[in-house]
């Protein structure tokens, strides 16, 4: 089988050109001229280089293949029209090529978020039937990529998938975390209360592959979650046992507030992407991440299989070798 990755040279997309390759499958990644695939470069796989912008090259990218996983996608921006091109425009070039290109193809999966659904009302976890009520740009930008791929459901075998919060070596946020709790520094992320789902990415790796290959699945949205909830704070006391650390400073809500402005502001002048944002600090403390699984479960069989201290331990073994005591 042959399979192109978008965003392949990212978190998620890497793990699964990772996985993908050990199945067996013909991978291509596409690739821009920008990307940095240093975690699959020694992989056998075919870099495809691409514009998001020329349905010609994008064509030439998903002609003949019987997989496409579409996981590209700008996560931080400092404004509104980086979110819409790279998450909506692109994606409805992507699957306009797709259409005219391989209308045969077995399956299309568009890797969205829960942003796009947004938090849950209430305290009632969310479900694929809700409304869509993004809290963030990139959560609205994803929603109108969605609609997108709405549209295309008479035309491709088209599967869109929402993951929650995603754990897993590589992860630009967890590894910051990580190193932050290196130095026995650790952020009072979020309340005491359980807030958020998690997965950890070998098991969302797992639901899109399943999902491609299920020959019976189309035009259908799902959430990938874990069944129970967490609170931010125990996700960072699990990385702080895991560590062995017994001392540690505690950064509270209002400092890290100040730190997320210092650093956007860091980044407008540089003209790059903030490492930590205001929005998302305020969100992980005001909003409650919580999805109703029973849809993928009841039609697929899948539910997460890593917990969160067997996650978190087998990141930080793999990370560091060793705890630090």
Sequence with gaps: MKALVTGSSGFIGSHLV??????????????????DPKWIKDLDVQF?????TDLASLGRAVRGMDYIFHVGAVIDALDWD????????????????CARENPGVKKFIFVSSIAAAGPAQDGRPVKESDAGRPVSQYGKSKLQAEEVAARFFNRLPIVILRPTNIL?????QLESMLKLAKMRIIPLVG??????????VKDLVRALILVAEHPDVRSE?????????YSWREILGTIRKELGLSLVI???????LAIAFLAETAARLSGGSPLIKRSTIRSARNN?????VGKIKEALGFSTQIGLEQGIAEIIRQKYNTAIN
């Design 250 to 256: 505690k950064i509270p809500y209002p400092l890290l």
């Design 82 to 97: 980086t979110f819409y091109r790279a998450n909506v425009e692109s994606t409805a070039n992507l699957l306009e090529a």
């Design 191 to 200: 309340r005491r209360e359980k807030q958020t789902s998690i997965c950890f």
């Design 18 to 35: 990772e996985a993908l390759v050990k199945k067996g499958y013909r991978v291509s990644c596409l690739i821009r001229e920008t990307s």
């Design 168 to 172: 897993g070596p590589r992860q630009k």
């Design 221 to 229: 949205i799902y959430f990938v979650a874990s069944q129970e909830a």
């Design 48 to 52: 495809i280089t691409a514009s998001y």
């Design 288 to 292: 409650y991440w919580v999805q109703d």
